[in-house]
């Protein structure tokens, strides 16, 4: 005879396993709901039906239950009951405040719920399975820390990410139910609690089973014809998965944060119509996401990115698409578009649409840039570059194949390579001129003593060229300076990228005030100051160890009182205000100290070229800003 119930596995000779589960532990923070959408809606998309034409459906909704109408609970709390007798006097803090979260929420007369449904997937094939045959059930339901084996692009496994959904649970507990392609259907539930004692005081495992137990000790999933009504209440007669989070801890803000993990993440699945989620009630698809981006995009820096990759993606500059031969001809895309406000951000997805990973990239332009992996060669390859969150490629994760991990590092650096030249082809060609041989009475007094080793490749020297910058895209525009929050648009030299900063402390706001005179503040009694629109702008670490660095500008009109500030930006965008120890303009030298330089007259359409000596002595990304007092 069998019966359904919760099976704690009896310890033996194996250790006692406290609460701390390192695998849940990785997916709680401040990231809890976008760890939660990432790794549900990864594995829906990895799931898919081929037999199905529609996409990919996913579905998000809130639930309770009566916990005095479902016998798992009565039964679950003798379990409690039995982790509290084995830990005792020695329970650790940890362990405390969970069994007290668990006493508060199994005292409520209702429990909440999360569901997280799919549609036109298979399932979770392989619930009768034997042991040694590949069960995609067993791999999520029925096992720790391993995965089946998935082909091409499929983006993640069920492995340590399956425990994303445990975090969210005040009981550590969840159920799965599938109705699979194989045609079978099938309910279990799983909890992580630590070690227990169990009905005969016999020590045991800390993760138990609710499933059907047979007198022998055989035990296999909750069938059709196995008695369950938890499982009633959550019916299923189409083909897919639920997962039932129960105990769900989010908060009243979670609908809001899993719809905004969804966009960001999903995006390039939703737009390519792949993928389709509802949450709450409100859906997310193809002809709906435009909108859903455009109202968030000013509500934090993710969703502002977010807005900026899908414009490029959609409407990327020149309507065209750039294509990279890595592994295989035309296996990696990518889409770039233009804008002053942007804030120079690359996102690369998988090509099951999901977002692996972003990063900044420091040039002259601001943009935005989407790198999508086509190529299943490359895509495999990838995917064994990933770690547990699926946030980064990292080719030093592949540790069992020397030979794979030397093409995943070559793949990785021809990839980034290939988008950084893209970048500065179509945003920072040149023309080349030669300057005359006066720089020398402007420089630091002690240029001489530089040596050839510490020249940095943009130093001037007699007759040297250098690159005047030159507008090749009409759809890039105007770039003004102090757009970005009021701090300006840095120009950089695309050979001087950013550098993490020690400090992160934010930038000082500098009050200017008052002089006519280059190098001094001006007076009190001038007007505000206003922005100046710098259509071209560029900065030279001429060698950073003196802290001297060279500045190119060109405004769209006649300027005549202006003045500049700096700040070092750091990998976080933080800035630090940075102070001037003497500059020179146009060849006059001029000393100056402080943070801030001018007035500096500009004219309409005319370089104007200025060396500035800092007091920080390193090399660093500057945020170089200009305005004027009328």
């Not at 082909?151 to 399956?162: E, L, V």
């Not at 402007?442 to 007759?463: A, C, F, H, K, T």
């Not at 976080?572 to 500096?600: H, Q, W, Y």
């Not at 309409?604 to 004027?628: C, G, P, S």
Request: glycine letters at 6%.
């Amino acid at each position: 005879m069998s019966v359904v119930k919760w099976d704690f596995p009896l310890l033996g000779s194996g250790n006692e396993q406290g609460y701390t589960n390192s695998g849940i532990e990785l997916f709680k923070g401040v990231e809890l709901i976008e760890n939660l959408a990432r790794e549900i809606c990864q594995n829906s998309l990895d799931a898919k039906d081929d037999d199905v034409s529609e996409p990919v459906k996913v579905v998000f909704e809130i639930a309770t239950i009566k916990a005095n109408e479902h016998e798992i609970f009565s039964e679950f709390a003798k379990c409690v009951s039995g982790c509290k007798r084995y830990w005792g006097t020695r329970m650790d803090d940890r362990l405390k405040s969970f069994l007290r979260v668990v006493d508060k929420t199994m005292c409520q007369d209702e429990i909440s719920v999360l569901l997280a449904r799919d549609y036109n997937t298979k399932g979770l094939t392989g619930a009768k399975a034997s042991r040694d045959e590949v069960s995609v059930w067993r791999a999520l339901a029925h096992s720790d820390g391993t995965s089946v084996n998935k082909q091409g692009d499929s983006a993640g496994s069920y492995g340590i990410g399956k425990n994303a959904p445990f975090a969210c649970s005040n009981l550590s507990m969840v159920f799965y139910s599938t109705y699979a392609k194989d045609g079978i259907h099938a309910f279990q539930g799983v909890s992580r609690l630590a070690t227990i004692l169990d009905e005969n005081g016999n020590p045991t495992q800390g993760t138990g089973h609710y499933l059907c137990v047979e007198n022998n000790n055989e035990w296999h999933p909750i069938f059709p014809q196995d008695k369950c009504s938890l499982r009633d209440a959550f019916p299923r007669d189409e083909y897919g998965t639920d997962i039932i989070i129960i105990g769900f801890n989010g908060d009243s803000s979670w609908e809001e944060a899993m719809i905004q993990a969804v966009l960001s993440n999903f995006f390039l699945a939703i737009h390519e119509n792949k993928m389709m989620v509802r949450i709450q009630g409100c859906d997310i698809n193809a002809a709906t996401i435009a909108g859903l981006i455009e109202e968030r995009k000013d509500s934090n820096n993710e969703m502002r990115n977010t807005h900026e990759w899908y414009s490029a993606l959609t409407e990327p500059d020149d309507n065209t698409i750039i294509y990279c031969s890595v592994l295989e001809e035309n296996d990696a895309e990518l889409y770039i578009r233009a804008d002053n406000q942007y804030h120079n951000y690359v996102a690369s997805f998988r090509p099951t649409g999901m977002r692996v990973r972003k990063y900044r990239k420091a040039i002259m332009q601001h943009f935005a840039a989407v790198v999508v992996i086509r190529g299943k060669k490359l895509s495999c390859l990838l995917r064994d570059t990933e770690p547990p969150r699926h946030n980064r490629w990292d080719y030093k994760l592949i540790t069992d194949n020397k030979q794979r991990r030397k093409m995943a590092k070559k793949a990785l650096t021809k990839l980034d390579s290939w988008v950084l030249a893209e970048l500065q082809k179509k945003y920072e060609a040149v023309n080349e001129y030669t300057i005359d041989s006066g720089e020398g009475d402007y420089l630091p007094d002690d240029i001489d003593n530089i040596s050839e080793s510490q020249i940095g490749d943009d130093i001037l020297r007699v007759n040297q060229k250098i690159a005047d910058i030159v507008t090749i895209d009409p759809l890039i525009g105007t770039m003004q300076s102090g757009s970005r929050k009021g701090t300006g648009i840095p120009k950089d030299g695309h050979i001087y990228e950013k550098k993490k900063r020690k400090s992160k402390k934010k930038r000082r706001k500098v009050v200017v005030k008052s002089g006519d005179t280059p190098g001094m503040k001006p007076s009190p009694d001038e007007k505000p100051l206003s922005t100046v629109n710098i259509t071209e702008q560029r900065v030279f670490a001429v060698n950073p160890q003196l802290g001297l660095y060279r500045v190119l500008v060109k405004s769209d009109k006649d300027y005549d009182k202006v003045y500049f500030t700096f700040s070092a930006v750091g990998e976080d965008e933080s800035e630090d205000a940075l102070e001037v120890v003497r500059f020179a303009i146009d060849g006059k030298p001029l000393n100056n100290s402080g943070t801030t330089i001018g007035p500096i007259f500009l004219e309409k359409d005319t370089m104007k070229e200025l060396f500035v000596t800092f007091a920080n002595k390193e090399k660093m990304l500057l945020d170089v800003v200009a305005k004027e007092v009328k």
